[in-house]
């Protein structure tokens, strides 16, 4: 399926200009909008659509119910919860510390790199690696854009540098124990009802499972652990022998192998 980038509807200087940086990011042609809908856009083009409107870029695949577009999301109220001195799973399950590297296999929406990006600071180093062009771009556009009243947000975000790459692809060129933690968070092989929120993400990022290559590539790369996010009854876990982090009354849990298993599998 092709893509291509319009502008908003009643398009402005800022539009064009969003639109004509997009298309030489990603290459992708630009249609005039001429007030047409998304829709018929689609339908006259056979092609996903990215919009550029005033400051966000949003984008419709065939088939959408709501565009995807960058937001923070969860990320927001759980970095307000780490100042406050409570725990987040992800980094209870990472054990991440200030000037960490953390590497992100997929990146998606970038909530739990955000996390990460704040507990690692400035002396660390967050990756996030997105196989899907068009998420990869906006995910990068709005963690440099989005705007927010919350200092610690907009630095922990800006420090994130986002690649557009496949994940075994990346991890393969990656030197040995070059990562303190390497992070995998797959689409959950059944959807969370409950998460609605993140269906334009599922419908328009790629789809893959973790494989025994993906999984050998990030043990060789990790220093200190490999952590995985799942469905709570997802066969991953057991699979490659993961200790899992249980937590009650949630539909997801985490999952990971410390460096001395890695150094076993190896």
């Known amino acids: 399926m092709k893509t291509i980038i319009t502008t908003a509807g009643r398009p402005d200087e800022q539009s064009l200009q969003l639109a004509s940086e997009a298309a030489g990011i990603l290459g992708y042609p630009i249609v005039e909008r001429k007030k047409q809908s998304v829709a018929r856009i689609q339908k006259a083009y056979e092609a996903d659509v990215i919009v550029a409107g005033k400051n966000r870029f949003d984008l419709y695949k065939i088939g959408m119910n709501e565009p995807f577009f960058f937001h923070p999301n969860s ?38 790199s955000i ?10 180093k967050v990756i996030g ?39 075994v692809e990346f991890l393969s060129h990656q030197p040995d124990s070059s990562w303190d933690i390497v992070y995998m968070d797959p689409m959950f092989h059944t959807p969370i009802k409950e998460s609605s929120n993140f269906t334009p993400l ?34 991953v876990f057991e699979q490659f022998l993961m200790e899992r982090k249980s937590r009650p009354n949630t539909k997801f849990h985490f999952a990971f192998i410390e460096h001395e298993k890695c150094e076993h599998e190896k």
């Open 75 to 112: 990320a927001a109220f759980r970095l307000k919860r780490l100042i406050n001195g409570e725990i987040d799973p992800l980094i209870e399950a990472t054990q991440l510390q200030k000037g960490d590297t953390f590497l992100d296999c997929t990146l998606g929406l970038g909530s739990d």
């Open 115 to 124: 996390i990460a990006s704040f507990i690692a600071g400035e002396t660390g």
């Open 129 to 167: 690696v997105e196989a899907d062009a068009a998420v990869a771009f906006i995910t990068g556009k709005g963690l440099c854009s989005f705007p927010s009243e919350s200092e610690q947000l907009v630095e922990a975000m800006s420090r994130i540098e986002v690649i557009h790459s496949e994940a």
């Open 202 to 235: 599922r419908q328009a990022g790629m789809h893959s499972s973790l494989t025994g290559e993906w999984m050998e590539q990030a043990l060789r790369v990790c220093k200190r652990r490999v952590v995985v996010k799942d469905r709570f009854d997802s066969p």
